[in-house]
């Protein structure tokens, strides 16, 4: 595992900073990883392979390896000599199975963003939340997609820009970004400046009314802000 990383230009240095990653990074299977990636090079997602190394060791792919390169647990290993324990499918072919259908989901999913979305650039989304790659196309990236385009107002040009700039949008819930959108509205934001507003800060669909959106409205209605909406515009 660590030859494999450092010729992908990890430094031991930088494998070494994240101690409570690193364990279970280096057990993983070295043949598991290779093939994530060659995935990650390949023609699917055209990751260039100076940025693989340095993706896999961040703690933010966690969720992506787990996904298909699998950590052995003690029990996996545990071979039982009862005579009257039933054979049972192997747990590695099990895994391999698995493993071969987050694939073909991935795939799918990354070809749904390039070709149906119309992102240019699916790794630099992929370096910033790999996550990404394991989300359905059906039932959270085209919904949130559509939502930008057809209640927010962004321009087919400006929906991949979006997506590209703060790929974690894709899996938020989209009644949750419905709510921020008519609260703007409710402030006499403008329905003409709201494209113009997620677009280059679409971080505030995310948030969250009642923590974080109310009482900075309080705040500022405190202070003598009189213009709310124009004053976020």
């Known amino acids: 595992m660590i030859e494999l990383l450092t010729s992908l230009g990890t430094s031991t240095k930088s494998l070494a900073r994240d101690k409570r990653f690193l364990p279970e990074l280096l057990s993983r299977s070295?043949?598991?990883v290779f093939r994530l990636v060659t995935f990650l090079a390949s023609s699917v997602v055209r990751l260039p392979i100076k940025n693989v190394?340095?993706?896999?060791?961040?703690?933010?792919?966690l969720e992506l390896l787990n996904a298909v390169c699998h950590v052995p647990t003690p029990s996996e290993t545990f071979e039982?000599?009862?005579?009257?324990?039933?054979?049972?499918?192997?747990?590695?072919?099990?895994i391999r199975k698995e493993a071969e259908e987050t694939y073909?989901?991935?795939?799918?999913?990354?070809?749904?963003l390039r070709h149906e979305l119309g992102i240019q650039n699916v790794g630099k989304m992929v370096v910033s939340y790999p996550g990404v790659l394991l989300l359905d196309p059906a039932t959270q990236?085209?919904?949130v997609a559509d939502f930008l385009y057809n209640e927010i107002g962004l321009s087919e040009v400006g929906v991949p820009q979006v997506l590209e700039t703060f790929p974690s949008?894709?899996?938020?819930?989209?009644?949750q970004m419905r709510d921020v959108f008519r609260y703007l509205i409710e402030l006499e934001v403008s329905e003409h400046d709201i494209p113009k507003i997620f677009r280059s800060f679409p971080s505030l669909l995310t948030l969250d009314i009642e923590k974080d959106m109310s009482p900075v409205v309080l705040f500022l209605r405190e202070i003598g802000v009189v213009n709310i909406g124009r004053f976020i515009t």
């Open 169 to 175: 949008i894709l899996k938020a819930d989209v009644q």
């Open 30 to 32: 070295p043949s598991s």
């Open 80 to 94: 039982s000599t009862a005579l009257d324990i039933l054979p049972q499918p192997p747990q590695g072919i099990i």
């Open 53 to 61: 190394g340095p993706l896999i060791r961040n703690p933010n792919c």
């Open 141 to 143: 990236i085209y919904p």
């Open 104 to 112: 073909k989901n991935m795939k799918e999913t990354a070809d749904a």
